[in-house]
């Protein structure tokens, strides 16, 4: 794919000239008069590198980046002026610029001051996604211990709390009030028994605890059974779900964890229409050397103020006592396992979409 580059700039006739030369040497440019029009071209579609003006009418271009970086833009900035200034530079450098270049500068030069960019971009990339890995395996190891103690007496519990139950059959009928609650009590310890495996478990999932050979997969097929394994649930609910997957797709990739992440990401859109009818859609492809998986829902999407917590584990906008909160970052952490990640949007005529994209195809 060519590098996508931003480029901010008040002077039409050479941000236009700019543009084409750049284009010509294979990147893909979108042109910005002003600040306001530059940040709204960032959130729509995130660029690889801005080339940002320093001096633009309304918001100066050190002004743009400090909103740029607000947002998390994780991208590369160069500074661009036509005349030098050391407070500036060292502004636009104090916000993380990459570089500050002269509108006189060789176009040689600008095209090596953006590779250079670039190249930044993805080492800081990599850096973060394997810091991310090793986070995740840690807490994989973690979770294999915490697995291995808790379960354990987890398992005697629950089953202690069926005898429990099966000597209610033993009490005398003048006690049934008693027996009832006695019932009841071990019904309440048993589920909680089972929630709590089930909280381990995800933990573990959390950590990349799958199995990672890759294989032959039809995306079709496998999300046809994870369909099926809800299709009562779906009922219920009034939903219905589509399989958009085309039959034919076939991908080199771990069936586990195709199954965990598209589990996790219909078991959400369920949660998110659970108090409604609506449709869910898994679709996916392979564009632009990518592997991409989507689910989309008609639910009420999700607040503004929440959405970026949503991959917290343990975070959850639901029952907090129904729910572990573990779901969604269990599969980023094995979608970023893998190289990958998921990304959440709202849907413009109402709903979520979460696409996990997976490069190398």
Known sequence: MPISVLLVDDEPLYAALL?????????????AADGDEALRAAASSPPDLVLLDV?????SGVEVLAELKKTGFAGEALMLTGQAGVETAVAGMKL?????????LDFEELVEALTRAYGRKLRRAESVRLIEVERLAALGRVAEGAAHEINNPVTVMTTMAGWIEDLCDDL???AHETTAEIRQSARQ???????IKAVMLNLLKCGGRFDPRPAVLSPHAA???????????SREQGIACVNAVPSQLAVHFPPGAFELICSVLVDNALDAMEDRCGRLEIAAQVADGAFVLTVADDGPGIAAS?????????????????RSGLGLAAARGVARGLGGDI?????????SLFTARFPGF
């Open 55 to 59: 001096n633009l009418p309304g918001l």
């Open 189 to 195: 310890i048993a589920a909680q028994g089972i929630r």
């Open 19 to 31: 543009a084409q030369r750049l284009e010509s040497r294979d990147f893909a440019v979108t042109v």
């Open 343 to 351: 990304a959440y949007e709202l849907r413009p005529g109402g709903g």
């Open 223 to 233: 999300a046809a059974a994870v369909l099926a394994d809800r299709a009562e649930r």
């Open 306 to 322: 929440v959405a970026p917590r949503i991959f917290e584990p343990f975070f959850s906008t639901r029952d907090s006592n129904a």
């Open 96 to 104: 993380g610029a990459a570089d500050y270049l002269s509108k006189s």
């Open 172 to 174: 005398p009928e003048s």
